[in-house]
């Protein structure tokens, strides 16, 4: 064996491969690892410096970069990766794990901790962000402000009030950005939202893991708005608000393949609250779990004139013990303080509920809370199967017009 010729390969093949490789992107990719410009995988030693340090050669760049960050644990404080960059194609690859600050009140008033602004072809791969928010979410869960208030001193109170507000932190945001990927990434436990996309187009997020205590406050799993053309693919996200949250402004968003649970729920809204913001439109979600959360299915908006809602589509969804599988409240006010007391202004109209089936945790499994002003009107409801207690359950509808087809339990109230 050892004396045969190797296979001769045609010259054309041997051509191609050569200029394959020479002009591939990944060929031709520089490479930084945060290792190099100073970052200490120990958990303990501040590498922020060094992640921005590395960023500023990968945009620099006119050629595709890769910042690599190898396994072990960052500790980071707040990092800006700002562009425009000199190229259109940088990987930052995480095979370790960022770790925020454990003291909320370190990064400050930062609103962000991980925060990607007006860049262009960039990918967030693997690795693990560990916002640290249990302190946070401790204190706002205590009802008692913190730090702790001096006694009888209620202008301090409200001023400790605005601060831990100050200090909440999101984990990361891709903001006024296109053509974006964020893959395989894992959060935890984040002070805020964990995902924000927000003024974008063209963004995709697959494979994502997000996980929160349930009772962990205003940590929305991902969170959308002012963006066009966001994708959400094969992603499971449990933690203490919405799974996804969906804000003013966004149009052409596809969710599919979504595990929801602990949270509450896939939510267009609260929109409305200020009285000049952009509606949202051609949104579909299809191929949805949701396991023991508080809502499923949910469209809410404040009394308060404002935008359109149109063109929804909610298909193939599993409940699973929830609370509310499919509800819109047009009366949206949340603990019923400061609310604008007014009659919803926002314009619901062809919303489809296709192929929704499982169980409620309550006897009321589909409510239609509608404006008087504005009734909600195009809703379709398909196939839809969801009882309570192994029973048909209930529907509640208060101004909403639409129609049923095929079976649908409980039985249409439109």
Same mark, same amino acid.
């Given at each position: 064996m050892a004396g045969l010729p190797l296979p001769m390969i045609p010259h054309h093949i041997t051509l191609f491969f050569i200029i394959f490789f020479a002009f591939s992107p990944?060929?031709?990719?520089?490479?930084?690892?945060v290792l190099s410009y100073g970052?200490?995988?120990?958990?303990?030693?501040?590498?922020?410096k060094a992640f921005a340090a590395a960023w500023a050669q990968a945009c620099a760049s006119t050629q595709p970069a890769t910042i690599s960050v190898p396994k072990g644990s960052f500790s980071l404080g707040q990092v800006r990766f700002q562009g425009p960059c000199k190229n259109r194609a940088i990987l930052v690859r995480i095979d370790g794990t960022l770790v925020a600050p454990s003291d909320y009140?370190?990064?400050?008033?930062?609103?962000?901790?991980?925060? &990607?602004?007006?860049?262009?072809?960039v990918t967030v791969s693997g690795g693990t962000l560990d916002g640290q928010g249990a302190g946070l979410?401790?204190?706002?869960?205590?009802?008692?402000?913190?730090?702790?208030?001096?006694?009888?001193d209620r202008y301090i109170f409200k001023v400790l009030i605005f601060l831990v507000n100050l200090f909440t932190v999101q984990s990361l945001e891709f903001s006024n950005s296109n053509n974006i990927?964020?893959?395989?990434?894992a959060s935890l436990n984040s002070q805020l939202f964990h995902i924000v996309i927000n003024g974008c187009q063209n963004v995709k997020v697959q494979g994502v893991k997000v996980s929160a205590a349930g009772n962990s406050p205003n940590t929305?799993?991902?969170? $959308?708005?002012?963006?066009?053309?966001?994708?959400?693919?094969? @992603?499971?996200? +449990?933690?203490?608000?919405?799974?996804?949250s969906i804000g003013p402004g966004t149009s052409s968003?596809?969710?599919?393949?979504?595990?929801?649970?602990?949270?509450?729920?896939? @939510?267009i809204g609260s929109l409305g609250k200020e009285s000049q913001e952009?509606?949202? *439109?051609?949104?579909?979600?299809?191929?949805?779990? &949701?396991?023991?959360?508080?809502? +499923?299915?949910?469209?809410?908006?404040?009394?308060?004139? @404002?935008?359109?809602?149109?063109?929804?589509? &909610?298909?193939?969804?599993?409940?699973?013990? $929830? *609370?509310n599988p499919i509800v819109i409240d047009q009366n949206y006010c949340p603990g019923e303080k400061n609310c604008p007391g007014q009659v919803s202004g926002v314009k619901i109209s062809d919303v489809t509920y296709q192929d929704i089936h499982g169980s409620s945790a309550t006897e009321v499994a589909v409510k239609f809370d509608c404006s008087k002003k504005y009734p909600c009107t195009g809703i379709k409801l398909e196939d839809v199967k969801l009882t309570y207690k192994n029973q048909p359950a209930e529907a509640s509808c208060s101004n909403a017009g639409g129609v049923a087809s095929g079976l649908v339990q409980p039985t249409s109230c439109l």
């Open positions: 990944l060929a031709k990719a520089a490479q930084h690892s970052a200490k995988p120990d958990g303990k030693t501040d590498s922020s009140k370190v990064i400050g008033n930062a609103k962000n901790w991980l925060m &990607f602004e007006h860049v262009n072809g979410w401790s204190c706002k869960n205590s009802g008692k402000g913190c730090p702790p208030q001096r006694r009888n990927a964020i893959t395989g990434l929305d799993g991902i969170h $959308v708005q002012s963006s066009t053309g966001v994708t959400i693919l094969n @992603s499971r996200i +449990g933690t203490g608000d919405d799974c996804v968003l596809w969710i599919e393949s979504v595990a929801c649970g602990p949270g509450h729920g896939i @939510s952009a509606g949202v *439109q051609n949104v579909t979600v299809m191929t949805t779990t &949701f396991t023991g959360t508080e809502n +499923g299915l949910r469209i809410k908006s404040w009394g308060r004139p @404002s935008n359109r809602l149109l063109e929804i589509s &909610f298909q193939h969804a599993v409940m699973n013990n $929830v *609370q």
